[in-house]
């Protein structure tokens, strides 16, 4: 049975169905943990974040910090042994979309309490939020046609035939700008180059226009030139659909160009959270300003005098069993306090609106 939290008609969704105000996805106090035989693994540890309509939200932070399980939470497909263990991510669905959207209301719904494998996330996924991976081969099958692949998504979430939903899959080939979309259809994933495969596995999220699209690193593979064309082309897709982004990057290049608001995350947690422009020119935690220092920038000076010297992180991440205590980043942290850091779990303080940060240095 599909067991769903359904709030009928927030009221203010009708007034700003348009706005980018509004909010799309609520993400609060989610935890995710893995449980294996050498211990707890909390991958996802507490964390809020909220995205609103049209908005891109950059989800950054070192490998291991929870990115990609965040992601797949929304989604619900955590393999086992992970299951969200708490927390809710609440979808507000609707509005401009499906027939809840036609008469003015939204649903919120709880992704954490609907079944992973019943029909309502089916419907949602791929429907409603759809997600792009770093490897295309994780979204398509070898032995099909890129078309019949995007044909499918689009029958099974669309009330269209067939014959409609190719043209529709050659139309959304031309829009990602795939070389001779009418051939290009009948070709299996094998036939066509890496940044062919992500123009197709874009097509494909894309295909029914989903409110959110949820972006796993999806341009780490390619060389630098297809890289920039095909952000540019996610920009652009982005603005005529009118679509929410997730993207999930260790990229902070690619966090500048292409995010409005930025999460930073660390073991697990939100360690700052505020817009693009804050994160780059005001960072207040220790490691969103480890990870700045550790990127180049053109004309910056080290504290040697030299030109563009990169500064990495000193450290690693924690073994994800071996949590520190306090502040998980302590260990590794520049400006911490002996007895403090090492003992308090750092408050996760609102120090302007819209900006937070869990750091004691700021209370
Ligand atoms: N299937 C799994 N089984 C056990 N542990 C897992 C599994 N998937 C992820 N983890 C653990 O969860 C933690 C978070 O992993 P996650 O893949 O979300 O990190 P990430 O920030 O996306 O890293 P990357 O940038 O390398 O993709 C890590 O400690 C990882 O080892």
Redesign the pocket.
């Known amino acids: 049975m599909v067991n769903t939290t359904v709030i009928q008609g927030a009221p203010q969704a009708a007034a700003s169905a348009a706005g980018k105000n509004q909010k799309l996805l609520e993400v609060r106090n989610l935890k995710t943990h893995?449980f294996?035989e050498q211990g707890i693994?909390r991958?996802?540890d507490g964390v809020d974040f909220t995205v609103f309509r049209g908005q891109t939200v950059g989800l950054v932070?070192?490998?291991?910090?929870?990115?990609?399980?965040?992601?797949?939470s929304i989604l619900r497909i955590v393999?086992p042994?992970?299951r969200i263990v708490d927390g809710e991510i609440l979808f507000h669905q609707g509005v401009g979309k499906g027939s809840t959207g036609q008469s003015g209301q939204e649903d919120v719904i709880d992704l954490v309490k609907l079944d992973p494998m019943g029909s309502k996330i089916r419907s949602i996924r791929g429907g409603e939020i759809s997600m792009v991976f770093q490897e295309p081969m994780t979204s398509l099958s070898p032995v099909h046609t890129i078309g019949s692949q995007i044909i499918e998504a689009i029958v099974l979430h669309q009330p269209v035939t067939k014959e409609e939903a190719r043209e529709q899959a050659i139309h959304m080939l031309e829009r990602v700008n795939m070389p001779h979309p009418n051939r290009t259809i009948d070709r299996y994933p094998h036939q066509l180059s890496g940044g062919m495969r992500q123009r197709a596995m874009i097509a494909m999220a894309l295909s029914c226009r989903p409110s959110l699209l949820i972006a796993?690193?999806p341009t780490t593979a390619l060389d630098v030139t297809t890289q920039a064309q095909i952000l540019t082309l996610m920009r652009d897709l982005q603005e005529e659909f009118g679509m929410a982004i997730i993207f999930?990057t260790?990229d902070l290049g690619v966090i500048a160009q292409m995010v409005d608001y930025v999460v930073v995350?660390y073991l697990?947690q939100v360690v700052e959270m505020a817009d693009v422009n804050t994160i780059f020119y005001d960072p207040k935690h220790p490691y969103t300003q480890a990870l700045l220092r550790s990127i180049p920038r053109l004309g910056r000076k080290s504290a040697q005098g030299q030109t563009g010297r990169l500064t990495a992180i000193r450290g690693s991440v924690p073994d994800?069993y071996a949590r520190p205590q306090g502040c998980p980043f302590h260990p590794r942290c520049r400006k911490a306090i002996r007895g403090v850091c090492d003992q308090q779990d750092p408050p996760f303080l609102e120090v302007e609106e819209g900006h937070k940060v869990r750091c004691v240095l700021y209370q």
């Open positions: 893995f294996l693994v991958a996802v932070g070192e490998s291991g910090c929870g990115k990609s399980v965040m992601a797949r393999p042994p992970g796993d690193e999930i260790h995350m697990g994800p």
